[in-house]
């Protein structure tokens, strides 16, 4: 099993930056790849980003620019940098390990972004 804790979120406004971060504990010789999915209210939940062990990233077209995933594999932590915020990416933001057989998920964190 692993189990994954976010940092807590928060409200900013828009234009400012904000970093997560997700530490994995437990089984985390099983991690493939990380990520950050996120959930606005009324819509379903979608991928932000998601880095592999290796380093290789991918992001949503609508934060590419603007969101930094990143990832410390001896802290077993993965970051999400998200800079110039915008109301659109209020959401509560999961954390995201998939195992070699399950996918974890976090708790989730709200970040508000005011206008």
């Known amino acids: 099993q692993v189990q994954l804790v976010e940092s807590r979120g928060g409200l900013v406004q828009a234009g400012q930056s904000l970093r997560l971060s997700c530490a994995a504990s437990g089984s985390t010789s099983s991690i493939n790849a990380m990520g950050w999915y996120r959930q606005a209210p009324g819509k379903q939940r979608e991928l932000v980003a998601r880095?592999?062990?290796?380093?290789?990233?991918n992001y949503a077209d609508s934060m590419k620019g603007r969101f930094t995933i990143s990832r410390d594999n001896a802290k077993n932590t993965v970051y999400l940098q998200m800079n110039s915020l915008k109301p659109e990416d209020t959401a509560v933001y999961y954390c995201?390990?998939?195992?070699?057989?399950?996918?974890?998920w976090g708790q989730g964190t709200q970040v508000t972004v005011s206008s």
């Open positions: 995201n390990a998939e195992g070699k057989r399950l996918i974890y």
């Open positions: 880095i592999t062990s290796g380093g290789m990233t």
